[in-house]
């Protein structure tokens, strides 16, 4: 019995499925519990089969189970319309009793018998049947209870304490895994190991005690969490006209022999069964509809949809899904091909261990020819039924798997494969197959699992949606944030970002950096209020805005001003907060404005001590009318600034203070590399639980920049200072020992001076160089015209300059500053 199932009737149905809750009560009645091995014969009888059927434990323990057994006739027709049995189970419900006993049984069975007793005469019983696997030599449990007992109701327990095995209302509880598992048994030891696999929350020890206790006492073990009913139509049902087929031959031969007609039970009886064999699907695919789609992992719910199917239903089923399914992404509509490839996404089975997976393993992908059954099904949309693969196409349905051989795990058994689709669309499909010695598939069968596979198949779209979207949702975040490299002028920096729990994990935080005019670095994050791709998308408008009101180099607060108008225009719905900070390591300080956001947290290098900056707060952008101011910071080289959104620090139910100070002593603890660093807070904070929001982290070391390692030189308005630059720059570097970058830098240096005496109003004309992870070179001058790279022909005199800057230069570019404009370039430096 699989974990979690319910195999039969609801409780308060007889045998067959025939309604008998108006005669049996609610209570117990004595349960009789054989179990036969390999060679037919009894290797278990309980207390109860010695009260049921006359026989002491040490007369049965080692003969034949068909012995002590005996079938002695069938039930006769009961006046309140019980249905015909034949030796012990109904005709066209799978074996009787007798045929039961060989050993050979590989899917559970149910009857009803009349047996042979000693000083009884006959019983009449209500019989079960259980195929056993496992390392010992147990093959079959066999159960079976007094059918007087249940038409009556007059189950009890003895006043002396002395109990039997009990059927409880129709029901029992999970005992044929713990049969299999009996100490007495071979192996018991490592079987009894197994229990707790059936039963995830079960330790190795209670499953020990808890087998003695259902074999040895005869106590169904009650404090298991779930039951599984008695499969009384462990075949679903009789087909009915199959039933009404066989009435008319036998009455027919009657006829012919001049014999009188067959009791056959009445057409209402052959009603109810089938009646109880519907209700009984209905009930299946109730129970697999609840089992599946648990969650939208759409890794989680293929595993469900295919262990939903098995032992019950069917004895293997193999799950395929189209590639971009199983990849989360979308795929063009239409028919599949030839070419459509089929991902083997899972695999259930009643075999042995190990016996499926070589031969097709799980994560295999293959097209299938247009010849199969399983391309007919996913270009048909509809299931497609095998009553028995023949040898011929056991062979063509194993040349589609190369060299391994499928031929003897599939030839002679009855397959089913059913299409997983959702809206119109072929997502998968599943290939059910049975033992050979049981029923084949029938046409209810594939009413069945053309029903299961459209309920699984919805329930696998909305997880592949589910997961696409997210993809999307994710891929649109990752887009929006920046990739800031790690090192910038003078400073380290390191970004954390944590997506929410909440609407498709995106949301408005966001960071970024900009490199500025005199080796400066603009600092930011900022935080859109709200969750949701609006959120998102209003972030990315900011953070747009951002990069571009910064390389205008505006001054912090005005920047923030300009920000929260822009915010205005786009519309009155949103929020946001904004911490803009510019880190000069020339100057060794840091220019801050805030709108409305945390302060942040700067860690100082020469004693470890952590602060909150104390700034002016400032109102959110999009509030409008409200000014902003900005403060200088004085710092030292290895300070660190720790910047972060509210998300970190800021808990449902507790104050965000508590956050804030957690975020000060984390930011200053001890770390081996700012990403070490920025781990430790993200641990600190992201563990105290309650956290919906997304987090944006954006960490600084201000490592400054030596005062030696800069060289400034003003230049009037006179060509001649040209000469004098190339000789400033060529001394320069040779005294930084980059004399090998020389010659590119004297020329680019002479072009850029050249552009800037030319279009200078009257300001004397800088130009900087910066020694520090690469040579910065920046010429500024008092005009505010932009230059632009132009295509100069053979003739022209003028458009070559940034011709050979853009040729030459590991980067340039050029910004506007309050009184003019700069052009900047960068070389990287020489190998050591």
């Given at each position: ?16 499925g ?12 004595p ?18 089969a ?37 030796h ?30 000693p ?20 093959r ?113 031969r ?30 299946f ?12 992992d ?9 262990r ?22 979308g ?7 030839t ?56 062979h ?39 033992h ?24 696998l779209d ?15 975040q990752?887009?929006?944030?920046p ?14 970002y ?50 571009t ?7 912090p ?12 225009r786009l ?24 709108a ?55 808990v449902r ?166 009184t ?13």
């Amino acid at each position: 019995m699989d974990r979690g199932t319910e195999w039969g009737v609801p409780p308060g149905r007889g045998a067959g499925g025939r309604a008998v809750a108006a005669d049996v009560p609610a209570g117990r009645v004595p349960l009789a519990v054989v179990v036969v091995d390999d060679d037919g014969l009894v290797s278990h009888w309980s207390r109860g089969a010695r009260r049921l059927l006359g026989r002491a434990k040490e007369e049965a323990i080692g003969s034949p189970a068909a012995d002590l057994l005996p079938v002695s006739g069938a039930l006769p027709d009961e006046a309140d319309g019980a249905p015909y049995l034949s030796h012990g189970g109904y005709d066209g419900l799978g074996p009787g009793l007798e045929s039961s006993l060989d050993g050979r049984l590989s899917y559970p069975a149910a009857g009803r018998a009349r047996l042979a007793v000693p000083e009884r005469d006959r019983v009449d019983v209500v019989w079960w049947a259980y195929p056993l696997v496992g390392p010992g030599r147990e093959r079959l449990l066999v159960l079976a209870a007094d059918a007087d007992g249940l038409r009556q109701g007059d189950g009890h327990v003895d006043a002396d304490g002395d109990a039997d095995q009990v059927v409880e209302a129709g029901a029992f509880e999970r005992i044929a895994p713990a049969f299999a598992l009996h100490t007495d048994f071979p192996g018991a030891d490592e079987l009894a190991r197994r229990l707790p696999e059936i039963l995830p929350s079960m330790s190795v020890g209670e499953s020990a005690r808890i087998v003695a206790q259902v074999l040895e006492l005869g106590y169904p073990v009650l404090e298991f969490s779930q039951n599984d009913r008695v499969p009384v139509t462990p075949d679903w049902g009789v087909p009915r006209r199959v039933e009404r087929r066989a009435r008319r031959e036998r009455a027919a031969r009657a006829v012919a022999q001049g014999l009188p007609l067959p009791d056959e039970p009445a057409d209402d009886e052959g009603e109810d069964l089938e009646y109880a064999a519907v209700r009984e699907r209905l009930e299946f695919l109730n129970e697999v509809s609840g089992r599946i789609g648990t969650s939208l992992d759409l890794a989680r719910t293929i595993v469900e949809v295919s262990r939903a199917v098995v032992p019950r239903f069917t004895d293997v089923a193999c799950t395929y899904l189209r590639e971009q399914v199983v990849a989360g992404e979308g795929f063009p509509e239409g028919v599949p091909d030839t070419t459509t490839m089929w991902h083997r996404v899972a695999l259930e089975h009643t075999d042995e261990p190990g016996r499926w997976d070589d031969v097709v393993p799980v994560g295999e992908a293959m097209p299938f020819p247009a010849d199969t059954p399983f391309f007919q099904c996913m270009t048909s949309g509809e299931p497609v039924l095998i009553p028995r693969i023949s040898e011929e196409m056991g062979h063509a349905i194993a040349c589609q798997f190369e060299k391994r051989d499928l031929r003897p795990m599939i030839t002679n058994r009855s397959m089913l494969v059913v299409p997983l689709k959702a809206r119109n669309v072929v997502l998968g499909f599943m290939a059910l197959l049975r033992h050979p010695e049981r029923a084949e598939f029938n046409d209810m069968d594939r009413v069945t699992g053309a029903e299961l596979a459209a309920r699984a198949g919805l329930v696998l779209d909305n997880a592949r949606m589910y997961t696409y979207q997210e993809s999307v949702a994710e891929t649109l975040q990752d887009s929006m944030l920046p990739s800031i490299p790690a090192r910038m002028a003078g400073c380290d920096v390191a970004t954390r970002y944590l997506p929410g729990t909440l609407l498709g994990r995106v949301g408005g935080d966001w960071f970024d950096s900009v490199k500025l005019p005199g080796a400066r670095t603009a600092l930011v994050v900022g935080d859109v209020m709200g969750h949701g791709l609006n959120s998102a998308a209003m972030m990315g408008q900011l953070r747009t805005a951002v990069q571009t009101m910064a390389a205008l180099d505006l001054p912090p607060a005005q920047l923030l001003r300009n920000l929260d108008d822009l915010a205005q225009r786009l519309g009155d719905a949103y929020l946001a907060t904004c911490l803009y900070a510019v880190y000069d390591p020339i100057a060794s300080e840091v220019h801050l404005a805030n709108a409305g956001h945390i302060p942040p947290v700067l860690v100082r290098a020469d004693d470890g001590r952590s602060e909150l900056l104390d700034l002016p707060t400032g109102a959110p952008i999009g509030v409008g009318g409200v000014p902003f101011e900005a403060v200088r910071v004085p710092v030292r080289p290895g300070d660190r600034l720790v910047m972060c959104t509210d998300g970190l620090v800021e808990v449902r139910g507790e104050d965000i203070g508590v956050g804030l100070a957690t975020l000060c002593e984390s930011a200053a603890h001890p770390a081996a590399s700012m990403d070490d660093a920025c781990d430790t807070i993200i641990r600190a904070l992201n563990t105290r639980g309650g956290r919906k929001d997304d987090v944006a982290l954006l960490m600084a070391r201000l490592n400054g920049i030596e005062p030696d390692d800069v060289a400034e030189l003003r230049l009037a308005r006179d060509r001649a200072e040209v000469g004098r630059a190339r000789a400033v720059v060529r001394e320069q570097l040779h005294e930084w020992g980059l004399a090998r970058l020389t010659d590119p830098t004297e020329l680019m240096v002479s072009e850029l001076v050249t552009n800037a005496v030319r279009h200078s109003h009257g300001r004397p004309v800088e130009l900087r160089l910066v020694h520090g992870d690469t040579l910065l070179c920046e010429v500024e001058d008092d005009d505010h015209d932009l230059p632009t790279l132009l295509s100069a022909g053979p003739a022209d005199e003028s458009g070559r300059g940034l011709r050979v800057v853009s040729t030459l230069a590991r980067e340039w570019g050029t910004s506007r500053t309050n009184t003019g404009k700069t052009v900047w370039f960068e070389l990287a430096l020489p190998r050591r």
